[in-house]
């Protein structure tokens, strides 16, 4: 019997690294995504400045390039934040799973009441979290488009009066 709780503490402690092990992915794919993006940007503009001999010609196609950055490198930060929202999901629905299993082995007059807490607080928080998540996607992709139009119903308006 004694052998258990050393063991479980193993099993957490392992548990504990293969999150921090899973956040440190997630960081560094995200820090790629950021990277690539700014790269194709940069890029993308450097070649449309050399590839002409007056690149005022080109400064429209210059501040499409620069907005659409702009929007790439917003949803890839949104994208970052959601990823690990998702990572601190699955380690409270860990921690959540737990907590029940403690209160499992506690009298019924004592558990009963706690598990009901537990259960409803678990349900909120998966409620809330993932409600957040799908804002946070939706409103930076929405964001994004509204930016790109706004800049477009705006070059269509001055291409008017000119």
């Not at 092990?21 to 995504?33: F, H, K, M, T, V």
């Amino acid at each position: 019997m004694g052998s258990a709780i050393p063991h479980r503490a193993a099993t957490g402690l392992d548990h504990q690294l293969d999150l921090l092990s899973e956040g440190a992915d997630i960081a560094s794919r995200n820090l790629e995504r950021l990277i690539s993006t700014q790269f194709d940007g940069c890029r993308d503009w450097l070649k449309s400045v050399k590839a002409s001999d007056k690149p005022g010609e080109h400064l429209e196609q210059h501040l499409d390039h620069g907005l659409q950055l702009g929007c790439a490198l917003f949803v890839a930060q949104v994208s970052a934040m959601t990823d690990a929202m998702q990572l601190m999901e699955r380690a409270m629905a860990e921690q959540h799973r737990t907590l029940l299993g403690q209160i499992a082995q506690q009298a019924p007059q004592v558990g009963e009441p706690l598990k009901q807490v537990l259960c409803i607080s678990g349900c909120g928080y998966d409620s809330l979290s993932k409600a957040t998540r799908q804002v946070a996607n939706f409103a930076s992709n929405r964001f994004a488009a509204a930016t790109v139009s706004a800049f477009q119903q705006a070059r269509d308006k001055m291409s008017e009066v000119v």
